[in-house]
């Protein structure tokens, strides 16, 4: 009964913490879908500590003894913790700009295995096939008891497998943070739940998972001051942080490049459709300059550089490859426009410059040489 007390105290501490993140989330101005699924994690959460608590007290017998009260204590903080463990995956998927989740069908086919084992606890009562009170009220694992262990670990578990892939590949290095965040976040719940199941009457869970949260926040909010918020590429500080880091470590076998690109006429789209389509145009070209960054053979760091200007840093054998891909952007763009029957035409200007590590520069005069590609070029098509 001594630890009821201590068990009630852990959770409502966890309670006021999950709900100062949700405040913060709630007031943010931040709307993207990872926030809102991020909202709704924490808020399952919060319920998850409630439930907690009414365990501990029908376990403490504070309600005298209830077979009823503790198959219903059980239920709550099952379905709940299974709930958060489903969330927690569309965020991380989220976080990872998968399409597939976007989509409501593949949601709701992706709660399956929530609801499956949620009926399998509420039915414990009758079944015993999940888990069942015996004559001496003690709580004892049934024949299915492995799959509730399976469902809430496998999400996380499958999250962080998927996350770590993506981490590896060094084609994806301006989201690495991100995959490596996701990755490791189930470890600390992971680790505390076990440690739980272990000393069960021990508040170590919702620890975890409040540790887990708030790194996950802090982690997103980090984004955010390195995102460019129209075209969700990087900005122009974490492009200098970027480029700063690769003048200084060479590759072996490949050439640093500097790919300036800049929306010829941007203005007069704004003048004659508006500002909103303005948007629109940059967005499409930022689509398609990410688009044709997707090779595999090179490393390539896109992000916004000014107003109508994006920049990509690219690793490559070849200047070549540099003048290819430029093409490729020229390609893309068009395609876009194309697809997207937009009102007018997108012309870009492209300026290329190549990092000489045997008489290094500094950055603003690497980023210069681009700008004067650009220029160059701009001034033979007439922009």
């Known amino acids: 009964m001594t630890y009821v007390f201590y068990y009630i105290e852990a959770h409502l501490a966890c309670m006021l913490l999950l709900s100062l993140i949700l405040y913060k989330i709630v007031r943010g101005v931040n709307k993207q879908a990872s926030q809102i699924y991020l909202g709704n994690l924490v808020v399952v959460l919060i319920l998850y500590s409630a439930a907690e608590i009414f365990w501990s007290l029908v376990d403490g017998k504070v309600f005298g003894e209830s077979p009823s009260l503790l198959y219903l204590s059980n239920i709550f903080t099952y379905i709940l913790l299974s709930v958060a463990a489903y969330y927690w995956y569309i965020v991380s998927e989220t976080l990872q ?3 597939l989740v976007e989509n409501n069908l593949a949601r709701h086919l992706l709660s399956i295995p929530v609801l499956v084992s949620s009926l399998l606890v509420i039915t414990a009562f009758r079944t015993g096939l999940a888990f069942y009170v015996d004559s001496d009220g003690n709580f004892v694992n049934g024949k299915l008891y492995l799959v509730l262990v399976f ?3 496998g999400y996380m578990i499958a999250a962080s497998i998927k996350a770590f892939r993506r981490y590896a590949n060094k084609d994806k290095y301006a989201e690495r943070s991100i995959y490596f965040m996701i990755g490791i976040f189930p470890i600390t719940p992971i680790l505390l739940g076990v440690m739980q199941a272990l000393f069960w009457r021990v508040p170590l869970l919702c620890y975890g998972a409040f540790a887990a949260v708030l790194y996950v926040y802090i ?3 980090d984004s955010l001051i390195s995102i460019d918020p ?8 974490q492009m200098y942080k970027y480029l700063i880091q ?4 060479e590759e072996q076998g490949l050439s640093l490049f500097l790919i300036m690109i800049d929306i010829n006429r941007l203005r007069d789209i704004n003048e004659a459709y508006g ?12 689509s398609a300059i990410k688009e044709a960054c997707q090779g595999q053979r090179s490393r390539m760091f896109l992000s916004r550089y000014g107003g109508d200007e994006f920049v990509v840093v690219a690793e490559m054998a070849y200047r070549a490859e540099a003048s290819w891909l430029a093409d ?5 763009i068009k395609r876009a426009t194309n697809n997207d029957a937009a009102p007018y035409d997108i012309q870009v200007s492209i300026g290329i410059a190549q990092y000489d590590y045997q008489q290094p520069i500094s950055m603003q005069a690497f980023i210069a040489r681009a700008d004067s590609d650009l220029y160059q070029n701009k001034k033979l098509q007439g922009a």
């Open 97 to 99: 700009r998968d399409e």
């Open 151 to 153: 469902v809430p670990f």
């Open 219 to 221: 982690t997103t909010q």
């Open 230 to 237: 129209l075209t969700q590429t990087n900005n122009r500080n």
């Open 246 to 249: 690769k003048m200084k470590s």
């Open 275 to 286: 500002h909103t389509e303005g948007d629109r145009a940059l967005n499409r070209v930022a």
């Open 328 to 332: 490729q952007i020229k390609n893309e």
